[in-house]
């Protein structure tokens, strides 16, 4: 396991290559995002998905969600967006709002069991974002064992995890500290999965136009 810093320009370009190759030869890596920590592997390599889960300590029934470098990138992974949801983008992306979408039933990949769905995210991090535009789409759950809170710094990560990846890039504390919030946008009048770093009224207060109003169901 490799560890690296991301002070400086330099440090941080260092990082991001190791990174970024890292995914490439499908090993699991650990990045900073502007929630928590994320253990991330390569969407489309179904061991290394498969070893993220593995290393977690988590069954194929919880798929990880999937971080993309561009909100572009949301229709290319899913499809039927509904409008009140691609508003609900332009308003929180990047940042602390993933979407649980129907996949486009194109893809190959192998995420667990997601039941045709796919949940997205772009999180507003420089290294995160910069790792996701050369490697594309990442597997990325909270950086922890399942049980025990998500890291929220490269020492918390690798403590728990530095057996299982191959790179820790360490941004730093996280800032925000909290979860992203998790809306289904898989049926019309839409709901939330789990309240996070967004509150109810600010996704309300967004997407009132739509006349829809989203509740939460835990």
């Known amino acids: 396991m490799d560890r690296f810093d991301t002070s400086t320009d330099e440090e941080r370009e260092a990082a991001v290559t190791a990174a970024a190759g890292a995914v490439r030869r499908g090993d699991l890596v650990v990045i900073p995002t502007d929630t ?72 190959v990949w192998d995420l667990g069991e997601t039941r045709g769905t796919v949940a997205v995210r772009m999180p507003d991090d420089e290294v995160a974002l910069a790792v996701l535009e050369r490697t594309g789409p990442l597997a990325v759950s909270s950086a922890n064992l399942t049980g025990r809170p998500a890291a929220t710094d490269a020492d918390a990560a690798e403590e728990m995890l530095a057996d299982a990846v191959a790179v820790i890039v360490d941004g730093g504390a996280s800032p925000g500290g909290e979860a992203s919030t998790i809306v289904d946008v898989t049926i019309p009048e839409g709901r939330v999965l789990r309240l996070g770093a967004l509150s109810l009224d600010q996704l309300n207060a967004a997407i009132e136009e739509h006349g829809v109003v989203l509740t939460d169901e835990g």
């Not at 969407?43 to 988590?58: E, P």
């Not at 069954?59 to 509904?82: C, F, I, K, Y």
């Open 36 to 107: 928590v920590y994320g253990i991330a592997a390569d969407a489309f390599n179904h061991q290394a998905v498969q070893r993220l889960l593995d290393a977690k300590g988590r069954g194929r029934d919880m798929p990880p969600p999937v971080l993309v470098s561009a909100a572009t990138t949301l229709d290319a992974l899913a499809e039927g967006v509904p409008p009140w949801a691609r508003t609900l983008v332009e308003t929180f992306w990047p940042g602390p709002l993933t979407l649980v979408c129907h996949q486009q039933a194109s893809l």
